[in-house]
């Protein structure tokens, strides 16, 4: 059936193939790092869990939870992404792909490709708060902060 | 409900003639012509708000051209045409609800502004602790949360009235949770989640024998069942004026006047009072002392309006055409791969809320607006619902007079796109 570009550039293969088989989806029994993320909009919450080194490198990171198939495939491929990364490195990352989710920046040649299959959020604002809730979530854990919102 | 469509009664004796009638309906209402996504509106969201016909539309402008001014104060000309105005809609809405007296129609903001004004004009002064107030699960967190507060500051028990798997409230349970500390019992009319239209008339029947307050939340029945105070036998109703093809910013509470006149102010200021000094205020009678303030004017004015449009229509043959429309798209969803309709109770109005396998309703939403169908997803505003079917969310597809059976169409064919796209099967 025909479905508009806009719907087609949003719901690419690879999001939709992460919405149905999330990876890392999973609890880290002992994590070092943990918080919630909740959605009040559209009610999606998602427990994200990290375990990051003594010298702030991340060993692993996994989550749980309930969303549309924009959060649950940007916190699967966010989990995939993050494996091995500094927490510099983590960070710079969510600063690239805010940008391209809200149309900051049209230069997303830093960007991993993997995170650009979102590009299409920003035509939809209301769907910006879904693509960085899994985001979002992993700020607040290595702040420390147990849950955080995305209103 | 079975629904018969009463060609004959109605001396409607085709569909093409039922097909001309609703056109001639959609002509009054200018935002049906408009496009999304160069795609013609297919606007099924009318339980989050209904469209305005250009009759109100027409009276609300007329109003900011010829008549604005201030309401029940100036002796000039503007302001008498005002007031006039502004009591005329009371008038209206009266008669559109057959309250007795226009002493017992309040304007206020909206459903949620009705509800808080009987929370805490009447419940806080004559509940006690120890009291309890039933409220049912498949509540609007309008008639929820002020009573929440309310359990909070004056320790009182908020009793919940358990509802079946079809959506409809347990009434066998209902009546074994009435007992001697129960002082309200606080249901909607019509679910705005699951489209039920509950026995309001069977309720407030057994709660008159005991001496109990009954609340209903109005909101969802307003546009859709002709509201009969009188006949329904409650003691508050609430509802907004644009849930009824009325605009935004206006609501009304209608009260039986024996408790507006024992009940204190909900809000302080202009227009309440009788007389003010440093020594003694005496207040206004109802419904002006509920009203403190200058009133959404143009918007009360619109909203009788709206009423009086609705009262111009053939309402039995707007309310046999939602119930076919109601039976088609029931019948036509159910086509849909992995789709399970959320609320099937016996009586409901044109109202369909579901959830697809597989697929968030969010994303649903963005799919459908894409094919220019607007409904709305999530939780409604009713998390105790969701919470009661183990669900984070739904679609709902609200109707209203003005669709038509080829809206319905498209709304399924986008919702094939969608199981399409998902590879739901």
């Known amino acids: ?151 | 409900m079975s629904v018969t469509f009463e060609h004959k009664k109605n001396g409607i004796n085709t569909e093409n003639e039922m097909k001309r009638r609703i056109a001639e309906i959609r002509r009054d209402f200018p935002i049906l012509n408009r496009k999304v996504n160069d795609k013609p509106l297919v606007y099924l969201d009318n339980g989050a708000s209904t469209q305005m016909p250009k009759q109100v539309i027409d009276t609300i402008s007329a109003y900011h051209t010829y008549h604005h001014s201030n309401v029940h104060r100036g002796v000039h000309t503007l302001s008498q045409e005002s007031t006039d105005l502004y009591e005329e809609a009371r008038e209206t809405l009266k008669k559109y609800i057959n309250a007795s007296s226009t002493k017992e129609i309040i304007f206020t903001s909206g459903t949620t502004d009705s509800i808080n004004l009987v929370m805490h004009s009447y419940a806080k002064k004559f509940l006690k602790k120890g009291d309890k107030i039933l409220v049912s699960n498949m509540e609007h967190h309008a008639n929820i949360v002020p009573w929440y507060m309310l359990s909070k500051s004056h320790d009182v028990e908020i009793v919940v009235i358990p509802i079946t798997d079809s959506g409809e409230l347990d009434l066998d349970t209902f009546h074994d949770l009435l007992d001697d500390d129960v002082k309200i019992v606080a249901v909607n009319h019509v679910s705005n989640a699951l489209g039920t239209i509950n026995p309001i008339e069977k309720i407030t029947e057994t709660c008159r024998e005991r001496g109990i307050i009954t609340v209903v939340d109005g909101a969802q029945a307003c546009a859709h069942l002709t509201v009969d105070v009188q006949t329904l036998g409650c003691d508050f109703y609430a509802f907004s004026g644009h849930k009824m093809h009325g605009p935004t910013g206006t609501g009304l509470l209608y009260g039986r006047k024996e408790l507006l006149d024992v009940m204190d102010p909900y809000r302080g200021g202009g227009d309440m009072i009788l007389s003010v000094s440093f020594d003694e205020i005496i207040y206004n009678e109802a419904p002006f002392k509920f009203e403190a303030g200058t009133p959404a004017i143009a918007q009360v004015i619109g909203m009788g309006a709206a009423a009086k449009y609705i009262n111009e229509q053939d309402k039995k043959f707007i309310h046999s055409y939602e119930q076919k429309l109601l039976e088609y798209a029931t019948d036509k969803v159910s086509d849909v791969p992995g789709l399970k309709i959320i609320g099937t109770a016996e009586n409901k109005i044109s109202l369909i809320s579901f959830i697809i396998d597989g697929v968030h309703p969010h994303d649903i939403g963005t799919i459908l607006d894409e094919e220019a169908v607007a409904v709305r997803t999530g939780h409604h505003c009713a998390q105790p619902v969701m919470q009661r079917y183990g669900i984070p969310a739904t679609t709902r597809a609200s109707m209203s007079f003005y669709n038509t059976f080829e809206e319905i169409d498209a709304l399924v064919l986008a919702l094939k796109k969608v199981t399409d796209l998902f590879d739901v099967n």
């Open chain 1, 1 to 151: 059936m025909m479905l508009t570009s806009r719907t087609k550039n949003l719901y690419q293969e690879v999001i939709l193939d992460h919405n149905k088989k999330p990876r890392n989806y999973r609890v880290i029994d002992e994590p070092t790092h943990s918080a919630k993320g909740h959605n009040p909009l559209c009610g999606d919450r998602l427990d994200l869990y990290l375990t990051v080194s003594d010298d702030n490198v991340i060993q692993d990171v996994s989550f749980v939870g309930d969303g549309c198939a924009i959060s649950k495939a940007s916190a699967s491929i966010m989990t995939t992404l993050l494996i091995g990364k500094s927490l510099e490195e983590a960070h710079e990352m969510f600063d690239g792909f805010h940008d391209l989710v809200t149309g900051k920046s049209e230069d997303d040649k830093a960007l991993n490709n993997r995170l650009k299959v979102f590009a299409g959020v920003k035509d939809l604002p209301a769907r910006v708060k879904c693509a960085t809730l899994a985001w979002h979530t992993l700020n607040a854990a290595l702040e420390n902060k147990d849950e955080v919102t995305t209103e």
